[in-house]
């Protein structure tokens, strides 16, 4: 029983690995309360249209395939300004923009994202050509900031479940190998939160496990969690799919909201005291949107487990608590 445990668990960290680094490079009002109604402003022939920022990447091809078939019209931008799509896409090209973005660049992020309603932040750093300080945290900083000069309503960003854990085994192993990426990926999040501080625009950070290409499983068998304590599998095709909607939904349910998702079955804890010390999983709802309902906002998440297996608050011995 042990040896399997620890085979999966081994399996999780390597998947882990393989989406972290792995990914392809390419590219003063008050906020909006939860389950606002929001209209997408549209462009063209009356669709919102939504970027795709590191739209030749495994993750973010497939979120570009996602929005050509929701309401929205997806511009998928690239660095070299070609989008390939994902191997056997059926996806009527016709039905997507395609532009080119350099995430390291203001200027060109200006330039790519006019006329935007949303934007999806997919891209990661390329091994051996950029580095994590530069993508995955400072293209998102910019990226971010030009969101908010522009007025565009979403930011929605593709990061990794374990960013806030550098301890755990996961934690330790990316950042040892991948150049402090989780470090950095963490420095963009919290920019980004403290952008969008009294912004109109809104964000919602989407930290997935480990990334496979296994066919999608649908809403109903995945969890969403927060806290960042725990971790598992997922496949691509249904992190992009909960990024359309997370970027189209008429609601923006979920908006200022930063979670963890993964196949509900391969749910591990980070560490094993986190085992069961969470109120923040959702799951179960065949629905993407009441999934992001059911989600608190940022400032309503405080209660997690730390490093250590006690706390102060163990010890509070009939303190008044908060």
Known sequence: MKMRMWDQFASMCLAVVTCTIGCAFTGGMPPRQRGEHLVLKAEGAGRPVVAVLGANGRTGSMIVEALARSPAKPRALTRSGKWKGSEGSKVNREDVEVGQADVTDSGSLALALAGVSAVVFAAAYSR??????????????????????????????????????PYAPVGVLLNTIGSGVLSEKLKGEEKVKELFENAESTYTIVRPGGLT????????????????TYVGNVPRADVAAVCAVAATDPLNSGANKTFEMFKARTREPLLPWYRGKTR???GNIRDCSAMLARLRPDKEVYDVPGMLPISLADFALGWARK
């Open 128 to 165: 051996g050509k950029t580095e994590p300080k530069d993508v995955d945290n400072g293209g998102l900083v910019k990226c971010a900031k030009v969101v908010l000069e522009k007025g565009i309503e979403r930011l929605v960003v593709v990061s990794s479940a374990s960013v806030t854990r």
């Open 213 to 228: 290409m296994d066919p999608p499983v649908g809403f109903a068998e995945l969890q969403f969690n927060q806290g960042d």
């Open 280 to 282: 923040y999983v959702v």
